[in-house]
């Protein structure tokens, strides 16, 4: 039961960390059912992956601090707030020892982006950035890197 639990909640956050690449990628718009998929699914994920109830607590204090951090971005107008749920949800599975990591791949990934969208044309009156794509990429990483699936 425990393999199954693990694996449905990993593909749940592949198949959602795909669809924030595209669907933002197209629309510049992350939809809360996304959002909440990866953060619902994290949860039999950590039931069967921590003995520790301990852990759970540490993961949801990451998802908590990054929420704070990326809401003020959003009242900056820095990160949309698609960006900054999403960026919260993914941080529920790294936990601290992982959100390192986590972030330097998603701004790594989000400076290439930025790259790519400079070199296009601007379509209207200002260029945006689908930073759901580049969080889509730090939470892949993030995914092969720590799969029981894989």
Do not use: Q
């Given at each position: 039961m425990g393999d199954l639990l693990t694996i449905g909640a990993e593909g749940a956050f592949v198949a959602m960390m795909l669809a924030a690449a595209f669907i933002d990628g197209c629309s510049f718009r992350?939809?809360?059912?996304?959002?909440?998929?990866?953060?619902?699914?994290?949860?039999?994920?950590?039931?069967?992956?921590?003995?520790?109830?301990?852990l759970l607590l540490v993961h949801l204090a990451a998802g908590l601090a990054i929420m704070a951090v990326a809401a003020v971005a959003f009242a900056r107008n820095i990160l949309g707030g698609g960006d900054a749920k999403l960026l919260a949800a993914c941080a529920l599975w790294t936990g601290f020892d992982e959100l390192g990591r986590f972030l330097i791949t998603t701004s790594l990934a989000g400076g290439v982006l930025a790259l790519a969208v400079l070199c296009l044309p601007p379509a209207g009156e200002s260029r945006r950035l689908p930073y759901g794509i580049a969080i889509a990429a730090g939470g892949l990483d993030f995914w092969l890197r720590n799969s029981a699936v894989l």
């Amino acid at each position: 039961m425990g393999d199954l639990l693990t694996i449905g909640a990993e593909g749940a956050f592949v198949a959602m960390m795909l669809a924030a690449a595209f669907i933002d990628g197209c629309s510049f718009r992350l939809p809360n059912p996304l959002t909440a998929v990866v953060a619902l699914a994290f949860l039999p994920w950590a039931w069967i992956r921590f003995d520790d109830p301990w852990l759970l607590l540490v993961h949801l204090a990451a998802g908590l601090a990054i929420m704070a951090v990326a809401a003020v971005a959003f009242a900056r107008n820095i990160l949309g707030g698609g960006d900054a749920k999403l960026l919260a949800a993914c941080a529920l599975w790294t936990g601290f020892d992982e959100l390192g990591r986590f972030l330097i791949t998603t701004s790594l990934a989000g400076g290439v982006l930025a790259l790519a969208v400079l070199c296009l044309p601007p379509a209207g009156e200002s260029r945006r950035l689908p930073y759901g794509i580049a969080i889509a990429a730090g939470g892949l990483d993030f995914w092969l890197r720590n799969s029981a699936v894989l």
